[in-house]
């Protein structure tokens, strides 16, 4: 429960989406308030302050941190938590923004920013592990993510997506990239190796939510209290092979699809098979070329989980 939970740091990226949010935050504020949680309001500046922000209010004693932007504020967010001696025992808190917000979907938060305020009081603290994905010739770029990562096509889009573009046109710009890269990607091979299992692939999708992006989900056997993936890998080269999935996954049927497969595990190894590089990515942010580990790092953020509006017995109090 909240009851405990009072002096609290709102952050706030004010490029996320289409920005303008001021008076919403301002009335989320208010309610929070009137549940008994004070906010400081902090703006981020430029990429990266979302992570000092968020160290720093894991080594000042902050009550909880809410994040209000995108998946990649997000992703700065929990990184810096992490990373602070203290910042897993700060809570985490999310009003949803940016383009496409992965976590808000699949915690069921409405994208109204005040009534996303109120479901939050009504909600419950929960120990949640996290994913860390770790370039192996460059660990230094190592980063914690919450809600998905994976590597190849979803990679290379990231990779080349037009900045300028996105913030005009927000989530049209990946179709737009993806629709590029369908012409030009050559769908390389590498390698998945888990405990369970080894594959050569042309994608892997390494799921904590059941949400991926946009309206679609692929990894629907993930959750956020299990400290394991689950992981959905594509075998195909095929461009077109890749465009007859879509409908399969508009219509939640992509498991029956031959060339598709789903594993859960808690450490996955991407390994390159030839030259052409492959490209990593977490919570819809690039990463790094391949190889590439991803593992389980069990209790390490706590994250207020709103009340599930289906009455499910999972998301209680610890």
């Not at 902050?62 to 929990?78: A, F, H, K, P, Y």
């Not at 990184?79 to 496409?100: C, D, E, K």
């Not at 959750?223 to 080269?237: K, M, N, P, S, V």
């Not at 219509?251 to 996955?268: P, Y």
């Amino acid at each position: 429960m909240t009851a405990d939970v009072h002096n609290a740091l709102l952050i706030h990226n004010p490029r996320a989406g289409r920005g303008g949010r001021g008076r919403l935050l301002d009335e989320a504020r208010r309610i929070l308030a009137a549940g008994g949680i004070e906010t400081e309001l902090a703006d981020t500046s430029a990429p990266g302050h979302a992570m000092e922000l968020a160290q720093t209010a894991g080594a000042s004693g902050r009550g909880l941190v809410i994040v209000c932007g995108g998946d990649g504020t997000l992703n700065e967010v929990v990184n810096g938590l992490a990373a602070s001696p203290n910042g897993q025992r700060v809570p985490l808190a999310l009003l949803p923004a940016g383009t496409a917000n992965v976590l808000a979907k699949e915690l069921g938060l409405p994208w109204n920013i005040p009534l996303a305020a109120k479901k939050l009081l009504r909600g419950n603290l929960r120990e949640i592990a996290l994913g860390l994905a770790t370039p192996l010739e460059r660990p230094e770029k190592k980063r914690y993510f919450v809600s998905v990562a994976g590597a190849g096509p979803d990679g290379a889009i990231l990779y080349s997506l037009d900045l300028d573009l996105k913030a005009r046109i927000g989530v049209l710009a990946y179709w737009w990239e993806g629709a590029r890269q369908v012409a030009r990607y050559k769908f390389p091979k590498f390698r998945i190796v888990t405990a369970e299992k080894q594959l050569e692939a042309t994608l892997a999708v390494v799921g904590r939510t059941k949400h991926y992006g946009g309206p679609f989900k692929i990894t629907t056997g993930a959750d956020l209290l299990e400290d394991r993936f689950e992981l959905a890998a594509l075998t195909t080269q095929s461009a077109l092979r890749y465009l007859s999935y879509l409908p399969a996954l508009w219509f939640g049927r992509l498991r029956a699809r031959e060339g598709v497969h789903f594993w859960k595990s808690e450490r996955i190894v991407c390994e390159p098979q030839g030259t052409e590089p492959v490209y990593a990515q977490v919570d819809g942010e690039p990463l790094a070329r391949l190889p590439a580990e991803f593992r389980i790092v069990p209790r390490a953020v706590t994250l207020l989980m709103p009340p599930l509006e289906n009455g499910s017995a999972k998301n209680t109090s610890a």
